[in-house]
């Protein structure tokens, strides 16, 4: 199986900056893409970005020129920076790998959250 832990999340003013980290950790033999998502209260989860073991990104409309994500493959970890935060941005932050194992094949798995809450 694969474990997802985030880390980075927090409290900031509008307009601040935080990065979050994702650590992949298991008996897994590969990890193809890696992202972030998030879920505001009252909305459904939705995709932040994307990176893809090759470095190929794609981010979500709201959140491009001001998020970056990025990948380090050694370690197995994602990250996301996320500058000129908006209070529009706060919801909770789930990490997400699409990996394969041998017990299970090739699947998703989700990290178990990080609040994000950006301040007026």
């Known amino acids: 199986q694969v474990q997802l832990v985030e880390s980075g999340g927090g409290l900031v003013q509008a307009g601040g900056s935080l990065r979050l980290a994702c650590a992949a950790s298991?008996?897994?033999?590969?990890?193809?893409?890696m992202g972030w998502y998030r879920q505001a209260p009252g909305k459904q989860r939705e995709l932040v970005a994307t990176?893809?073991?090759?470095?190929?990104?794609n981010y979500a409309d709201s959140v491009k020129g001001r998020f970056t994500i990025s990948r380090d493959n050694a370690k197995n970890t994602v990250y996301l920076q996320m500058n000129s935060l908006k209070p529009e941005d706060t919801a909770v932050y789930y990490c997400?790998?699409?990996?394969?194992?041998?017990?299970?094949?090739?699947?998703?798995?989700w990290g178990q959250g990080t609040q994000v809450t950006v301040s007026s």
């Open positions: 990176i893809t073991s090759g470095g190929r990104t």
């Open positions: 298991g008996s897994f033999f590969s990890i193809n893409a």
């Open positions: 997400n790998a699409d990996a394969w194992t041998v017990v299970v094949g090739r699947n998703d798995y």
